[in-house]
Each structure stands twice: as C-alpha cells, then as structure tokens.
C-alpha cells in the first residue's frame, strides 16, 4: 500500500483521490516534492503540473493554481481545475496565448488579467509537451 493519500479537490468535485509514493506541486517559487513523512505545510499553487507516482508510474495533471496542505501523510490540493494532462489541448494553449499577449493592458488590473492568461497558456502547454514525451 502506498504511503500517502492525494486528494485534489475542484469547485464541481472531487478531481482525483488516490493513494501514492510521491507528489509533485507547481508553487510559485518552483516545484515541491512531498513523501512520506513530510512535514506540515500549507503552500500556494500557480499553474502548472502536478505529477503523482505509484509504483513507477507517473500521473501528470494541469492544476490552475490554488492550494496544497501537507499532514499526516495526506496532501490536500485545493484548484479550480485539474485535467488529465493528456486531455490538454497543446495548440489551443497556443491559441490563448497568442491572444493573451495580444491583449491590451492599459491598467493594472488589465495587466493582471493579461499575465494570468499567458501564465495559464505556457503552463498549459508545458504540460501538454510533458504529457506527449512521456508517452
């Protein structure tokens, strides 16, 4: 049996819940890789990949952000959407992200808007481009 739980937790379900060796989390500052026995925490999320593995296997997933808590060997991701990364579409990314830099920002918060969407689009495309070397 595997020593940690995952469960990945979207506004309309519960994404996935599985027992794993190991979890990766894409966190602002980089990548965060949680085991057995790790210690508490409470992270925040950016978009991007999260890699569970059991026995060997590696699972990759895009997450919109959010949060991960660590206790008790149970990792927690709170986001607003996980897909399969083999359900992600590479050249829409692409599209999304053609228009995001296109988009104007003449304000703070339409330059906010405008580097989220091109945060989402790369991350979105990184984890496609994961998804297809991996196969």
């Given amino acids: 049996m595997s020593p940690l739980t995952c469960v990945v937790v979207t506004p309309e379900a519960t994404a996935i819940e599985a027992m794993v060796d190991f979890v990766v989390v894409p966190l602002y500052d980089g ?5 057995a026995g790790h210690s508490p925490l409470i992270g925040r999320l950016t978009f991007g990949e999260l890699r569970l593995r059991t026995d060997g296997k590696i699972e990759r997933y895009y997450v919109g952000g959010g949060f991960v ?14 897909i399969p990364a083999a359900e992600v579409d590479a050249e829409a990314a692409r599209t999304h992200l053609a228009d995001a830099i296109k988009r104007p920002a003449h304000s703070p918060e339409l ?17 496609a481009r994961r998804s297809a070397s991996s196969r």
Avoid: F, H, K, P
């Fill in 111 to 127: 330059l906010d808007i405008r580097d989220r969407q091109i945060a989402q689009a790369r991350a979105q495309m990184q984890v």
């Fill in 69 to 82: 808590q660590v206790a008790d060997n149970v990792v927690s991701v709170l986001t607003d959407r996980a």
């Fill in 31 to 35: 990548e965060l890789g949680i085991g």
